[in-house]
């Protein structure tokens, strides 16, 4: 009786893990097998986009096909990356796969270099030929980057810059603009007055860290306004949910709430769509136009910003394709067609910018779906 | 009196099976790597595995200690946090480094001195303390550093992260050569000193150790301190390795840590383990990581594969007794 049940316990443990791992290993071959039947198909889909690309842009009939480009963004699992890279949103592998390259995305479970570094470290011994990296930290990745492109991978970075480690880096927007409108957007809905406040990512990363200190300037300009904190939720949902009710403990008088990551913004607009909080302290950040809908249908938030991630992945694909065969070389005043984004000018240190950030609101955010 | 040898064949009986069994594992592992992958045994992959794991590897040889020894110490990843934050700040302050040296070093035995003396003198268990210096040193490290990093560390300290060790053929990183000259160290007290052997008995009985007149309080205490004091060079590994100093370095890696340290056999209960096991348990983990690493392996569930093996970890030494209980004839039953 007792021997029986722990006989049978003993048994459907196996059972069960094996049962698991068959599940995990049929979801990696999901995503395994992904690239190798896009590529396959991505080699007869490029002799007709390359032809019809060579028709629109002499440029691109120059670009090697059957690079091995590996796009590594700050973490897995985040909606805005998964936009950003991933083939069936037209995003960076979107592009890779048009473009008749073998495109993977892989990264850390964490949005720091520690948890970034190995996956790098592993696509370089993979045989990449090209990297594009959201940088974790401005200057972490450095030895592992350098050391790349010193075996003669191309590095670009997208999102979130590493300065002085690659070859090009695809902004989404001028980092000015970004930082001044967020805060002029909230200014807006404040009517120039009020204690506001940051919830940001990681206290580490180069864009938040940029963008704050646009923020910090532009706030200068509203003398009634001033900035209570900045905190930083980590790009994780519950750190940024608990940093958001502690800004509300710690500063009765707040007004406005700037989150400039859609991990964060989403947090704290659950956390303000209570009627204690809802239009009395005000939210704007960068956000998801998925993750928001609901908060702008019931008032939380009023207006936010973001661009489409997808673009900016599926830009920062051609420019690293353009730039691993030798098309550009990424210094100022170069230019390139980037399919059907159109022509792009390489700017001051070598970036390139997608465009102005997008508000959304009320009006227009039923027109999007990622 | 037996001789040491006899001693050493006692417990190399006992001990032999779980650590064969862990030498089956690591063949398993580096067969499966090279099949999985062609890069794997490649020496540019051995080194970036030595980068990765060597604080962790590292900071399981204390732990090893302290676990034998009946208690836990959750608190290194954090003490490696703390550390790293120090050496940040004091280094943006202008502190010459060999300074920055000592203050660390100090600031890792304080803390290690403080979990010891909580869990000793106040009789509190090891499992709550150290959870609470895991939140403690965490937000000590936060004050220290605030939301700035410190990204500017002289290159010939930076550079462990980017080579190896001359005359290895670049294969080797410096956490690894550390982490086997420790190793080495950490064997020979374990299980050739006076000082190891007491560690075993503390941790079979602690009460009838103090009855035989061991100093439980004041070895428990001094085993604290030691991995203080590891950490804290761990976390000067650490912040070299990646040139940075922020309040997250080596958030969670405590998991790491247990993990591996169970895994080689070392009993959650105390008295039981050695330090071959645990180098094994070291190259097994950093073996599966890497080769998962380098397949396509989804990378969100390699944790899957860490918990799966602590768990099996702490299951098959039951399960050997378990399968015992249930072949016992039944003359017992009630």
């Known amino acids: 009786m007792k021997s029986r049940r722990a006989l049978a316990l003993a048994l459907a443990l196996p059972v069960a893990a094996t049962a698991a791992l068959s599940a995990c290993s049929s979801s990696t071959s999901g995503t395994s097998s992904s690239s190798a039947p896009a590529s396959t198909a991505a080699s007869s889909a490029a002799s007709t986009a390359a032809s019809s690309a060579a028709s629109s842009a002499a440029s691109s009939s120059s670009l090697k096909t059957g690079l091995k480009v590996f796009v590594i963004p700050k973490q897995l699992g985040q909606s805005y990356f998964t936009t950003a890279d991933s083939a069936n949103s037209g995003g960076a592998i979107a592009a890779l796969n048009a473009l008749g390259e073998t495109g993977t995305e892989t990264s850390g479970t964490a949005a720091t270099p520690a948890a970034q570094i190995p996956a790098i470290q592993a696509a370089i011994a993979k045989g990449a030929n090209a990297l594009i990296v959201s940088a974790t930290d401005p200057t972490a990745l450095c030895p592992t980057l350098n050391a790349a492109m010193k075996k003669g991978i191309t590095v670009v970075t997208y999102d979130s810059d590493a300065p002085t480690c690659r070859s090009m880096f695809i902004n989404q927007a001028s980092t000015a603009q970004i930082g001044t409108s967020e805060v002029d957007v909230l200014a807006k809905e404040l009517n120039d007055t009020g204690q506001i406040a940051i919830v940001s990512a990681a206290s580490s990363a180069t864009n938040q860290n940029a963008w704050i200190g646009y923020m910090k300037q532009e706030l200068k300009k509203f003398p009634k306004m001033s900035l209570a904190a900045v905190v930083y939720g980590n790009d994780d949902a519950t750190t940024s949910t608990q940093v958001t009710q502690g800004l509300l403990e710690q500063y009765p008088n707040l007004k406005g709430i700037i989150s400039p990551t859609t991990v964060g913004i989403a947090a704290a607009a659950a956390v303000l769509d209570t009627p204690k909080y809802r239009g009395k302290v005000l939210l704007t950040g960068l956000g998801t136009p998925d993750s928001m809908k609901k908060f702008v249908a019931d008032g939380t938030v009023q207006e936010f910003e973001l661009w489409n991630p997808a673009d900016l992945g599926y830009l920062a694909a051609y420019a690293a394709v353009e730039l691993a065969s030798g098309a550009i070389t990424g210094a100022a005043g170069q230019t390139f067609t980037a399919g059907k984004l159109g022509p792009f000018t390489v700017g001051t240190d070598n970036t390139i910018l997608l465009g102005p950030p997008f508000v959304f609101n009320s009006a227009n955010i039923n027109n999007f779906n990622f | 009196m037996s001789s040491l040898a006899d001693r050493l064949r006692a417990a190399g009986r006992g001990a032999a099976r779980w650590e064969t069994g862990l030498a089956i594992v690591v063949l398993a592992v580096i067969i499966g790597g090279s099949a999985a992958s062609p890069q794997f045994l490649t020496g540019s992959n051995v080194f970036d595995m030595g980068l990765s794991n060597g604080e962790i590897a590292i900071m ?229 990581q890497n080769a998962l690493l380098l397949t396509n392996f989804n990378q969100e569930a390699t944790g899957i594969v860490t918990g799966a093996l602590l768990l099996a970890s702490v299951f098959v030494p039951n399960a050997a007794r378990w399968i015992r209980h249930l072949t016992r004839p039944r003359t017992q039953k009630a």
Not at chain 2, 65 to 87: P, Y
Not at chain 2, 273 to 286: K, Q
């Open chain 2, 60 to 288: 399981t040889l204390p732990m090893t200690l302290v676990v034998i020894s009946g208690e836990i110490d959750l608190s290194v990843a954090s003490m490696l946090g703390m550390s790293s934050a120090l050496l940040g700040v004091l280094w943006s302050h202008g502190w010459p480094m060999p300074a920055i040296f000592v203050a660390v070093a100090a600031l890792g035995l304080a803390a290690g001195a403080l979990n010891g003396l909580l869990v000793t003198r106040l009789r509190l268990p090891s499992l709550a303390v150290t959870i609470g210096t895991l939140a403690l040193y965490r937000g000590i490290a936060t004050i220290l550093l605030g939301p700035t990093t410190v990204a500017n560390f002289p290159t010939a300290y930076t550079n462990l992260g980017v080579n190896g060790v001359p005359g290895t053929n670049g294969d080797v990183t410096y956490s690894t050569l550390i982490f086997v000259v420790l190793a080495i160290g950490f064997g020979v007290v374990l299980h050739a000193t006076p000082f190891g052997r007491s560690i075993y008995a503390m941790g079979a009985s602690a009460e009838a150790a103090q009855f035989a007149g061991i100093r439980v309080k004041r070895i428990k205490t001094v085993l604290y301190m030691i991995s203080g004091l590891i950490c804290a060079l761990a976390g000067v590994l650490y912040t070299f390795r990646l040139n940075t100093s922020v309040e997250n370095n080596g958030l969670g890696l405590e998991l790491d840590v247990v993990a591996i340290v169970l895994l080689a056999g070392v009993s959650i209960f105390g008295g039981k383990g050695s330090m071959i096991g645990v180098v094994l348990a070291v190259l097994v983990f950093a073996g599966i």
